[in-house]
């Protein structure tokens, strides 16, 4: 997946200079341990920020004030609650109950 987003970004963007950085990045932290890699969400991030930054439909003041106020946790919330409603459909057809993480294995943070 991260692979289709790099690929992606490189033919359709002009400029990836974050996916670039963060690409280097990857390149220093495999070094020290082979599974610190730019994940997809990771990838997903930096493309979005590329994005912003280089399509022209946005100065860099309306660039920077969408990245500051969150809006990639707003794509990030939107993949992980169509995850969650493959799930839910999963367990309705094969006609389990809802899953319950054990709640001795849980720590609050208070």
């Known amino acids: 997946r991260v692979t289709i987003v790099i690929d992606f970004c490189k033919k359709h963007f002009k400029s990836t200079k974050i996916l670039d950085y963060a690409l280097e990045v990857e390149k220093v932290t495999t070094r020290k ?10 990838a997903i991030g930096v493309a979005f920020v590329d994005f912003l930054r280089s399509c022209g439909l946005f100065s860099a003041e309306e660039a920077q004030e969408y990245i500051e106020m969150g809006a990639l946790n707003g794509l990030f919330v939107l993949g992980r609650s169509m995850g969650f409603i493959g799930h839910h459909l999963d367990q309705k057809r094969l006609k389990q109950g809802l899953y319950r993480h054990p709640t001795d294995d849980i720590a609050y943070m208070v």
């Open 33 to 42: 341990k082979s599974n610190l890699i730019l994940n997809v969400d990771g």
